[in-house]
């Protein structure tokens, strides 16, 4: 009967030497959070990242995109009944005829021009007190009585650009006249002067087929013969 004990002496060191293994290779205190977790070393294991925004993607640029401001413009073409308004977008042609108030005539036309530069006076013309309204390419407005009754282009000016829709104008000759107008030419104080229907005037630099136009008006106008 004595066996039975021996055994328990003789597996007791062993139980112990078991103990104190596990007792030295757990964690230590000072790895332990107050949460009784043991720290892995690894921050990012502990606390959630938060995601990273993604960019909404950035609209291209295209070069050869045209700017709003410059994909519709307003121009101005000479007419013997006014002046007309085209809107190259749409192709819409809008008149403004002569004895149209000079405030919707001045707007129309700065819608092409920009704003006028210049406003004179003259009380002495023969058709009685005008004023005139002049852009920075030259192109002038008669005013009378608070209407529109007239325009000039000057030579030397960006106005001896502007035409009429046949593409009559400075530098026109005689012949193109003759080709649109029932025209007639006289010799005056002025020089070589024609009248193109009754709605275009001005002056040519010889009375023959290849003169070419130097002065144009329409309209009322403010000339001393």
Do not use: H
Not at 2 to 8: A, D, G, S
Not at 80 to 104: A, H, M, N, Y
Request: net charge negative; charged share 20%.
């Amino acid at each position: 009967m004595l066996i039975p004990n021996l055994r328990i002496k003789a597996l007791f060191p062993l139980v112990l030497l078991l103990l104190f293994t596990v007792t030295a290779c757990g964690p230590k205190a000072s790895d332990v959070g107050d949460s009784g977790a043991v720290d892995s070393g690894d921050a990012t294991s502990q606390e959630p990242t938060e995601a990273t925004p993604v960019d909404e993607p950035s609209a291209v640029d295209d070069p050869d995109a045209v700017a709003p401001e410059e994909a519709t413009g307003v121009a101005l073409a000479l007419s013997g009944e006014g002046v007309l308004v085209i809107d190259q977008q749409s192709g819409k042609t809008r008149t403004i005829p002569f004895e149209t108030d000079v405030e919707t005539s001045q707007i129309a036309i700065s819608a092409s021009l920009g704003e006028p530069t210049d406003t004179t006076e003259n009380s002495e013309c023969g058709a009685g007190p005008m004023s005139f309204i002049t852009w920075s390419n030259g192109f002038t407005i008669n005013v009378k009585d608070d209407q529109f009754v007239g325009w000039t282009v000057r030579l030397d000016t960006e106005s001896a650009n502007l035409t009429t829709v046949d593409g009559i104008g400075l530098g026109s000759t005689l012949a193109d006249l003759e080709e649109n107008y029932d025209v007639g030419v006289i010799e005056s104080s002025l020089g070589t002067e024609f009248d193109a229907s009754n709605s275009l005037f001005g002056l040519l630099d010889a009375n023959e087929p290849n003169g070419v136009i130097t002065d144009l008006w329409s309209g009322v106008t403010c000339i001393f013969r």
